[in-house]
């Protein structure tokens, strides 16, 4: 069965997006695991830090890694991914040999899609 890693891009208890992704972990039921990346502990991207990869940053990376495929569930910010995702998913697209800036990330032809959740007032729409 495949592994499908679930990545909400809200670090809020009960966001519209974590419950989109709980609506799409019931869609998959017996058709794929899932997983939710807990990135909480990612800090900021820094060139500085990357030479002695942070301990969170090497566990998001691993998890993604060993997963078939990512879903991100992310709110939209000023028109944009929030700057915490942004965050991630610079982490995650760095090359994992830092002597070859071109190679291999950890996300690297991985299987990606995104959702959003907006509110248009009243009840959140969601959008698979």
Do not use: C
Request: hydrophobic content about 45%; cysteine-free.
């Amino acid at each position: 069965m495949s592994k499908v890693l679930f990545i909400v891009g809200s670090l809020r208890q009960g966001s519209f997006n974590h419950q989109l992704a709980q609506e799409a972990e019931k869609a998959l039921a017996g058709k794929a695991d899932v997983s939710y990346l807990d990135w909480s502990q990612v800090p900021i991207f820094s060139q500085d830090l990357e030479q002695s990869t942070p301990s969170a940053v090497a566990k998001v990376r691993e998890e993604v890694q060993a997963a078939d495929a990512i879903w991100i569930f992310s709110p939209v910010y000023n028109f944009s991914i929030p700057g915490s995702v942004k965050n991630l998913l610079d982490w995650l697209s760095r090359s994992l040999d830092l002597s070859d800036p071109r190679g291999a990330s950890a996300i690297n032809e991985k299987i990606v899609t995104v959702s959003s959740v907006a509110n248009a007032g009243q009840e959140p729409m969601f959008a698979i």
